[in-house]
């Protein structure tokens, strides 16, 4: 039997077990991974050491090694964040509605664990950490599939915590990691349908494409964020150019990072020039249109591939739009339905733009990346997502969750 | 272009605009379709004709030729369904959560349309009419894609779909057919994603495998139901009886019916020859385990296949097993995840089974029939879901949606 198919199933016999598992049973268990990866942090090291090595071999970008590399300090915070998720409400168990019928019957319906969780992601390894922790608490099992470059990192950290595991009730085939990092693990876990309940990717747009491409398992996507900023005519100068700063320049390597600006030609023509040098001052490359381009020679002309791109770093596209319907219309063409910002002064505008853009989180007035499970107060995040289904935005404890109905009768049939 | 193509992007147009339909335009157009489809009875049985004719010529059962066959009391029934969503609880524009930050950002999360909805479905056109209500009455637009077998009564049924729609304010666009019932365009819709946010299957078993293992857009698995019935030690005689006939034999043919019951060899030794009796008096066909065979010899022999099988008429298969535990193991290895009940006096184990079962709805001591979104009381059933994520059981109209957050700020950026 496969590696993954053989998790697989102690997976799925180890969720059966946790849907049984009190609050304070998972925080034990909790509070004990929190404690053990601090106290194997020099084997950790050691281990994470290999991958940096490795990398170095392999050529590696210093940013990669960067996400890979791991120190007292960020295992640490790896085990604050363990910690922080013991201190939140536990969803599971919650009562979201009674139906009492005349017959009788009394039902309810329940928040539940998924099952089984899927996690497919790329270096950091501080997602081994997490993944773990977050459907930990939410009971269900998790099977998680890291990549090459963090494998001695992500094979320590499982190893600390099945041995923190193995001092609690909870059985350590809760938590497990496909040691094999070949591509056809990846692949054998897309269609896993038997054993695993959702599938979630976490990474670049290529992982996330081939999984919804290839995967029979249901998936959450996450992640992907070509987010837009549309400078209406009555847009304050300095706010816009804060805002479009702040969403450009604050962390450029998120997904609720700003990939495009697109303004409007009356506010361009009394601002414009200002906001594209002070993106230039900041070291942005712009891809701008015809007009753009004219005006500012600092930039490139952009190809239309430039519109669907997420630069993830310190290029914009930038385009003059007529209209706030020409700006929504361009959204809903390029976006991908992360966090999208129109700045105006105009609230007819404003609602427009905010009801009729197709996305996660829409603003009005404020920078997109506020778009975070941590901003909106949920206390933890297993990701962003983007699609329509179970969750849409940023995904807090309740989207590891799914319901039950209990039906409880005195012999109750139907007529 | 292909129908498909040019159906899912005119589709994605009218989505848009459908975001800003007031309940009351939704329930005006309701109305209107409920009207129209009544007025045009005459042309609509018509054209049904002729799908009974091609479905006599090719063949095709009476059980399915009764499924596809309308008459004037089916289109009243119809009409009336429609008239009753008008009545539902409109939820698009629900604030599902408000949060105040300290930097004055101020965030709802609402409910929303979903988009464009994919419906692909056997047989019965009732469908047409039911899917485009509960779509509409959601503020989605809906591609249809019914059965070649009904191809003429639901392109009568569209006709007379639009022949409304265009005295209302919601285009036409809102509701499509694909009238090329040729499996590629079923295939066309599997991977429509720029254009799709859902796709539904409705029917049977092999349809509902074919879109999941070949769909890259989001599904809703809906209706395959291996149910079970579990009659414990404990379980009353005649309860055990009323309920396994009731889950049996009031329908049949439809997926909360039980496939499956479970007995324990202590209530089999006392009460179980009177059950199987009572079982075939009602010209059920028995697929018994070794005891169960040569106890009653008036039974076939069950094969491994049998325990996986959705008979959906008068067959039921039966096993003696010796415990809650070892029912619960055998229900999650054979069973999907529906409708799973048990019959016992004994609160502990009852406690242990809806537990432990991983289904949508499980019951103590009622009959799995009561699984259906009327007799919940959500007054619409879009099918029953027996996948985890986004719904689970039967789904209402919140089925239908999603949700979008909004938030409006005064300059705020991220620090």
Sequence with gaps: MSEVLEKGKAAKMASYQMTGLSTEEKNTALALIAEQIVADQAFILEENNKDIETGKERGLSNAVLDRIMLTEERIQGMADGVNQVTKLVDPIGDTLEKIEKDNGIHIEKQRVPLGVVGMIYEARPNVTIDAAALTLKTGNAVILRGSSSARFSNIALISSIHRALEKSSVTTDAIQLIEDTNRETAKELFTLNDYLDVLIPRGGKNLIDTVVREATVPVIQTGAGNCHIFIDESAEQTMAEKIVLNAKLQRPSVCNAIETVLIHPVWFEQNGMELLKALREHEVEIYGDGTIHNAFPDSKLATEEDWYTEYLGLSVSIKIVESVEAAILHI?????????????????????????????????????????????????????????????????????TSTKYFIKGTGQVRR
């Design 332 to 400: 809903n063409k390029y976006g991908t339905k992360h966090s999208e910002a129109i700045i105006t002064n105009d609230d007819r505008h404003a609602a427009m733009f905010l009801q009729n853009v197709d996305a996660a989180a829409v603003y009005h007035n404020a920078s997109t990346r506020f778009t975070d499970g941590f901003e909106f107060g949920y206390g933890a995040e297993i990701g962003i997502s983007t699609q329509k289904l179970h969750a849409r935005g940023p995904m807090g404890l309740h989207a590891l």
